[in-house]
């Protein structure tokens, strides 16, 4: 939503694409391209040398702007100017065992801000162009003597100047020629439109009335993906393949199988205390000291049977002497404690609470 309601800014970016109807694009010289050189002008997006691998010419010219060539693709073309096709160029920079071959060196004009462009040649003297935006301040030196000087570079102040400084020549090579011109930005969509004169018709007037190949760079069809403004932009297109691989990463890790979440059992609680002591409290409640006296006398014998191996069915002196010598303890704790278990036994008994107090200390005594 910013992006839209944002003010469109200017790209003043030299980027040479025939697409770009930018200040430095040659969208306008794509168009007019064909009418410049009579009809006899063909397009190819391919190299030179796979061109030139299928295509058998006679003597023709050849146009590049800007575009980078590889080694073989330029010797192919100086094979083609050697048989007498003709070369306009336009560029600033390319590689030093090129610049060594034809014979010049780039270097920097004196007029940083603004300068004119004008021929050398009196009768294309009123035809000069005025370089006011971005200028690349680049011209030809070391010059060799058979190379032509075709346009130079002049002060915008003053049409005069002691030394001259090329931006335009003609070398020759074998049957054929190189025409370079060291300021591409004379074929933009600016200065095209700013242009009052013939100065771009007369830079290619130099060039035979004959066929022209244009190599453009690789003109890939315009897709009609509805992805390509994303794809056409390269913050955009790493932004939707990191998301791509983003959603590739997320599905790998969730379609593996879950493991089910393991429920926690908790082990079975031992119950008989709380079972115990909640019929104490209810024996306690009802007042039934007799029978909470039973219960407990049956309870200690049971252990002193399990335990000490002792015969429980007569309460005797045979019964206490046993008893003493297995337990250690005193022997007439021990009588008391049996009296009392006794009296637990017998249902007609009077028992009181202090009874079973007592009784229960005793038997706790005893069993330690």
């Known amino acids: 939503m910013f992006e839209m309601n944002k003010k469109p800014v200017l790209d003043w970016r030299k980027n040479y694409d025939t697409e770009k109807k930018t200040p430095f694009g040659l969208f306008i010289f794509n168009k007019e391209s064909n009418h410049l050189f009579n009809n006899k002008l063909e397009k190819t997006g391919v190299s030179p040398y796979a061109y030139y691998q299928k295509n058998k010419k006679k003597p023709h010219n050849i146009l590049i702007i800007q575009k980078e060539l590889d ?3 330029w010797q192919y073309i100086m094979d083609e100017v050697s048989n007498g096709s ?25 007029f940083k801000d603004n ?8 009768k294309l003297g009123q035809s000069r162009m005025l370089i006011d ?22 002060n915008k102040s003053d049409d005069k100047t002691s030394s001259i400084n090329a931006d335009f020549i003609k070398v020759n090579f074998g049957k054929g020629h190189f025409y370079i011109h060291s300021e591409p930005l004379v074929l933009t969509n600016y200065y095209l439109l700013k242009s009052k004169n013939q100065y771009v018709e007369n830079v290619f007037s130099f060039l035979p009335d004959r066929e022209t190949v244009w190599f453009m760079e690789n003109d890939v069809p315009l897709s ?3 992805m390509r403004f994303i794809l056409s932009n390269p913050p955009l297109r790493y932004a939707w393949y990191l998301l791509l691989f983003g959603l590739l990463i997320f599905v790998l890790f969730n379609a593996k199988r879950k493991q089910r979440i393991v429920p926690v059992k908790e082990p079975l609680k031992n119950t008989s205390v709380d079972f115990i002591r909640s019929i104490g409290n209810l024996y306690l409640q009802e007042g039934d000291f ?15 049977r399990m ?48 009874d079973l107090i007592r009784m229960n200390q005793l038997l706790d005594q005893i069993l330690k």
């Open 71 to 73: 080694e073989v693709s």
């Open 86 to 110: 003709d070369v306009m160029w336009f560029t600033n920079e390319t590689t030093a065992k090129l610049r060594d071959t034809l014979g010049f060196r780039f270097k920097t004009v004196s």
């Open 115 to 122: 300068y004119y462009l004008q021929f050398t040649d009196k």
């Open 133 to 154: 935006k971005l200028p690349d301040n680049k011209g030809f030196s070391y010059i060799r003597n058979d190379i032509e000087v075709l346009g130079k570079t002049l």
């Open 224 to 226: 009609m993906s509805p």
């Open 290 to 304: 007799h029978e909470m006296m039973a219960k407990k006398a049956q309870y200690f014998l049971n252990k002193i």
């Open 307 to 354: 335990d000490l191996m002792i015969d429980t069915q007569h309460l005797d002196e045979p019964f206490i002497h046993k008893l003493h010598l297995k337990t250690g303890k005193n022997i007439e704790l021990i009588k008391e404690a049996v009296e009392l278990v006794k009296k637990g036994q017998d249902p007609y008994a009077s028992v009181m609470k202090e």
